[in-house]
C-alpha cells in the first residue's frame, strides 16, 4: 500500500455526525457507539478525541493522525495503522487482536492491558540514536501469541507483558524495560537484548535463553534461585517419603519462585503464601493441602495438578493453565473431608471448562472473563 499523496483529511460530514453521536455514548448521554466494519479510514486527522469503546473492526487506519486520541476498551481487531501517529493515544484495555502496526509512531503510548494476539507491532525506531528516550508505554499489555517478528521496539517498557508463545524472530529490544515480562515458549531466534533489564522476567530456561540472557545478573540471579528451589524440593520430597524421619519439610512463604519448573513434583502440604509463583510450571504436580493464601499463579500452568484440599484464598490467577487440575475434597485420615478455599481470590482470564469445580467451590472469588464447566 502506498502512502497518500494528499495531507491528512478531516472526517466526511457522515463520519462527524457518527462521531458526535458516538461523543454523546462515550459521555452516558445516550447517542450511538461508533461501529465501522471494513472501511478505508486513510489519512484521517483526528486529534485528542475520545474514542472509548468504539468498534473499528479490519479498518484501514494508514497514515492517520490520531494523536491523543482516547481508545479504551475499543475494539480495533483486524485493523491496519501504516505510518500512523498515535503520540499519547490511551489503548488501555483494547482488543487489538490481529491488529497491525507497521512504522506508526506511538511515543508515550499507553497500552496497559491490552489484548494484542496474532497482532503484528513494528515501531518507527529504527535509524534512531539510541541514547533517546521513546517512553512508549506498553506494561501489562497480553501479547500472547502476537507476532512481533522484527519489531523495533527501543527504550519501550514492557514491563509484566504477557509475550507468551509470542513470536520475538530477529526483534530489536535494545535498552528495553522488561522487568517482569513472561516469555515462556516466545520465540527469541536472532532478538537482541542488548542493554534490556530482564529483572523478574520468567522464560524458559534452555540453551537459547542461556545464549540470549547469560552473564546478565537478573539471569543469573534466575538460575541461582532454581537451582536453590530444586534443593529445598528434593529435601521436602524425602521428607514425604520417609514419613518425617529424614529430609525437612519445604516453606516458600514469601519466596521468589517466578517460572520454576516443578512439574511432577511432591509438593503435598507446602506453604507457598505470599510466594511468586508466576509462569511456574506445576503441570502434574502434587499439590494436595498446599497452602497458596495470597500467592501469585499469573501465567502458571497447573494443568493435571493435584490441588485438593488446597487453600487459595486471596490467590491471583490470570491467565493460568488448569486443564484437568484436581479440585475435589480431600480425605483426612482421621475421617472428614478438607475442601478447597478462593475466598478473596482475584481470577481473571482462566478456563476451568476441562477441570471438575462448581461455583461452589469458587465461592468468594472475584471471576473475570473465565470460562466454567457446563452444566450437566
Not at 454523546?24 to 484521517?44: D, W
Not at 534461585?225 to 514425604?240: C, G, M, Q, S
Amino acid at each position: 500500500m502506498n502512502k497518500p499523496r494528499s495531507a491528512h483529511s478531516l472526517p466526511s460530514h457522515d463520519m462527524q455526525v457518527m462521531l458526535a453521536q458516538h461523543t454523546l455514548f462515550a459521555r452516558g448521554h445516550a447517542g450511538k457507539r461508533l461501529e465501522l466494519r471494513l472501511q478505508n479510514l486513510s489519512g484521517v486527522r483526528l486529534n485528542h478525541f475520545d474514542l472509548s469503546q468504539c468498534l473499528l473492526l479490519a479498518c484501514n487506519l494508514s497514515y492517520t493522525d490520531l494523536e491523543g486520541c482516547h481508545f479504551q476498551a475499543a475494539n480495533l481487531s483486524n485493523s491496519l495503522f501504516i505510518g500512523a501517529n498515535l503520540k499519547h493515544c490511551d489503548f488501555t484495555r483494547a482488543d487489538l487482536r490481529g491488529t497491525r502496526f507497521y512504522k506508526s509512531d506511538l511515543q508515550q503510548a499507553n497500552m496497559t492491558g491490552t489484548d494484542m494476539r496474532i497482532g503484528s507491532l513494528m515501531l518507527n525506531n529504527r535509524g534512531v540514536p539510541a541514547q533517546r528516550e521513546f517512553n512508549t508505554d506498553l506494561s501489562f499489555c497480553n501479547m500472547e501469541e502476537a507476532v512481533l517478528q522484527d519489531a523495533v521496539l527501543h527504550n519501550v517498557r514492557l514491563r509484566g507483558v504477557n509475550m507468551r508463545n509470542a513470536d520475538l524472530s530477529n526483534a530489536d529490544l535494545t535498552g528495553a524495560d522488561m522487568q517482569g515480562v513472561v516469555l515462556l515458549g516466545a520465540t527469541m531466534d536472532r532478538a537482541k537484548f542488548t542493554g534490556a533489564n530482564i529483572k523478574n522476567a520468567v522464560f524458559t530456561v534452555n540453551e537459547e535463553t542461556r545464549r540470549l540472557f547469560g552473564g546478565n545478573p537478573a539471569f543469573e540471579e534466575h538460575l541461582a534461585n532454581l537451582k536453590e528451589t530444586d534443593r529445598i524440593v528434593a529435601a521436602h520430597e524425602e521428607w514425604v517419603n520417609s514419613g518425617g524421619r529424614a529430609g525437612k519439610r519445604a516453606d516458600f512463604a514469601g519466596m521468589p519462585l517466578r517460572g520454576v519448573d516443578l512439574r511432577g513434583r511432591e509438593l503435598s502440604a507446602v506453604s507457598f503464601r505470599g510466594a511468586d509463583l508466576t509462569g511456574a510450571k506445576l503441570a502434574h504436580a502434587r499439590l494436595a493441602a498446599a497452602d497458596f493464601t495470597g500467592a501469585n499463579l499469573s501465567y502458571a500452568e497447573l494443568s493435571h495438578a493435584d490441588l485438593r484440599g488446597g487453600a487459595m484464598d486471596s490467590t491471583t490467577l490470570l491467565h493460568t493453565i488448569v486443564e484437568g487440575a484436581n479440585f475435589s475434597d480431600l480425605d483426612l485420615r482421621g475421617g472428614g473431608k478438607l475442601s478447597i478455599r478462593f475466598a478473596g481470590a482475584n481470577i481473571e482470564w482462566t478456563d476451568f471448562s476441562q477441570c471438575s469445580i462448581t461455583p461452589d467451590q469458587l465461592a468468594g472469588a472475584v471471576l473475570r472473563e473465565c470460562t466454567m464447566p457446563e452444566e450437566k
